[in-house]
């Protein structure tokens, strides 16, 4: 796959490959003397292009802009440090099962970078294909899943319906008894779904797309953004001023505040996304499993802790902890799924901002300033989408013009009527 669209090539910057003759000769030196993963520069004056949002997608926006297309006098501005934001505060939940076409387009499209990643960065981010199992609790609901299962198929993505006996012996810890609050009807599964580890994938990204050239500068927060004739010149920083004639914004959860910098307003919305773990069991749960009903998905973590969400808070808001009634919903509904949970104690919570447009899809798309362009609104399923989304937003903001996969998610959508409603396939509310 060297030389391929999706920007497959092994390291030839400064950097050294990651091998297990690289691990044997380091041991020698007590792993004193690895080499720094990425730089960490002062900022140039002026770059071709500056993209704002140091998270997964923007450092994958970076990377390919440098691999494919070739231009790596590129700055990737982040005001915390990178992953720090909705990359690392996810359930790191990929799949690719979706209901309309456009929507299969974009989550396939990123389920096939996946699928190569680890070898194409030179960096393992531990993608494991453990399978996603989404369930349902009545008739009704089977029903429409064995409807999506067909649209799905008609996409050539893989996806399968499965019986309660069937899922029973796949997640031996589930009660599928019918007696319980929400009875376990069936489900559907894509075995090529699964999780990876969301600090792998920044520092993946930021190691390639530093290894090309790319300047990454942490701990630098943008303050506005520089226009003149209808034109994007740069950003203004706490660091100083930068030129650009180009900025890509991709700063989940704040897509709307940056936007305000520009004289724009988006139709998104920005609400808490919580998640929270358990303390470490033995290995009890080899798939993720999701209940779109009752608002609540469970998988288990390398390290042993079952990780644990939910649907979005019902309110607006930037808060990075979120609402106790939205935990205790998610906590009901999993003791009663898996009662092996009720003697567990939480080790720790957390929550994470997203974006949710109207029709709980994407927007990657110019805007009706010249040269900015906005990756924003993916609601819950950003992570999921981190490779694909940073392979067609890198397309748009190099040739000024969407591919195949990204055009549907223009801003001209909320114009012209012509919306992708994802929210019955989000998997949780919006």
Same mark, same amino acid.
Not at 316 to 343: C, D, F, H, K
């Given at each position: ?7 497959? #090539? ?6 050294? &490959?990651?091998?297990?003759? /690289? ?13 720094? =993963? ?21 450092? =994958?926006? =970076? ?26 505060? %996810?359930?790191?939940?990929? #799949? ?13 499209? *990123? ?6 990643? @680890? ?13 996603? !199992?989404? !369930? ?10 064995? &409807? ?43 075995? #090529? ?14 190691? /390639? ?5 790319? +300047? ?9 953004? !520089? #226009? ?15 030129? *650009? ?29 919580? *998640? ?9 749960? +080899?798939?993720?499993?999701? @209940? %779109? ?16 969400? *939910? ?19 998610? !906590? =009901? ?21 997203? +974006?949710?447009?109207?029709? /709980? ?26 490779p694909g989304s940073g392979h067609v937003f890198a397309e748009l903001i190099a040739k000024d013009e969407p591919n195949r996969i990204s055009a549907p998610f223009s801003l001209n959508r909320f114009e012209t009527g012509y919306l992708i409603d994802e929210h019955g396939a989000a998997g949780v509310a919006h």
């Amino acid at each position: 796959m060297k030389g391929s669209a999706s920007g497959m #090539r092994a390291l030839k910057g400064g950097s050294s &490959r990651y091998s297990i003759f /690289a691990l044997a000769r380091n041991a020698l030196s007590y792993h004193e003397n690895w080499q720094k =993963a990425w730089r960490s520069p002062e900022p140039k004056p002026e770059y071709d292009v500056i993209i704002v949002g140091g998270g997964g997608h923007g450092l =994958a926006t =970076a990377y390919y802009l440098a691999s494919v297309h070739g231009i790596r006098n590129v700055a990737v501005i982040e005001k915390g440090w990178i992953g720090g934001g909705n990359t690392g505060r %996810n359930t790191t939940i990929i #799949r690719s099962n979706y209901l309309w076409d456009e929507s299969a387009g974009i989550y396939e499209h *990123a389920l096939k970078l996946w699928e190569g990643l @680890s070898q194409e960065l030179n960096f393992n981010v531990m993608f494991s294909q453990r399978g996603v !199992l989404t !369930l349902a609790h009545s008739e009704h609901e089977l029903k429409e899943m064995r &409807r999506r299962v067909e649209a799905i198929r008609l996409n050539g993505i893989d996806s399968e319906v499965m019986t309660p006996g069937q899922i029973k012996k796949l997640v031996p810890i589930i009660d599928t008894s019918p007696t319980i609050r929400y009875p376990v009807m069936g489900g559907f599964i894509q075995k #090529r779904g699964g999780t990876a580890r969301h600090d792998a994938v920044a520092w993946g990204y930021a190691r /390639a797309a530093d290894d090309l050239g790319v +300047d990454i500068i942490q701990n630098c927060e943008v303050t506005g953004i !520089l #226009r003149e004739g209808g034109k994007v010149t740069g950003i203004e920083t706490s660091r100083g001023t930068i030129r *650009a004639k180009k900025v890509g914004c991709v700063t989940a959860g704040h897509s709307g505040v940056v936007a305000e910098m520009a004289g724009l307003h988006l139709p998104i919305d920005s609400r808490p996304l919580q *998640a929270l773990v358990s303390e470490p069991i033995k290995p009890c749960v +080899d798939t993720v499993i999701m @209940s %779109n009903a009752v608002h609540m998905y469970i998988s288990q973590s390398d390290k042993g802790e079952l990780v644990m969400g *939910a649907g979005v808070d019902s309110y607006n808001s930037y808060s990075q902890r979120g609402s106790l009634p939205t935990v205790e919903g998610l !906590l =009901a509904a999993a003791v009663e799924l898996y009662p092996i949970v009720s003697r567990l104690r939480v080790l720790r919570t957390w929550g994470g901002i997203v +974006d949710t447009c109207p029709d /709980a899809s994407p927007i990657i798309s110019k805007t009706p300033v010249e040269g900015l362009y906005f990756n924003c609104g993916w609601g819950t399923g950003g992570f999921k989408a981190t490779p694909g989304s940073g392979h067609v937003f890198a397309e748009l903001i190099a040739k000024d013009e969407p591919n195949r996969i990204s055009a549907p998610f223009s801003l001209n959508r909320f114009e012209t009527g012509y919306l992708i409603d994802e929210h019955g396939a989000a998997g949780v509310a919006h």
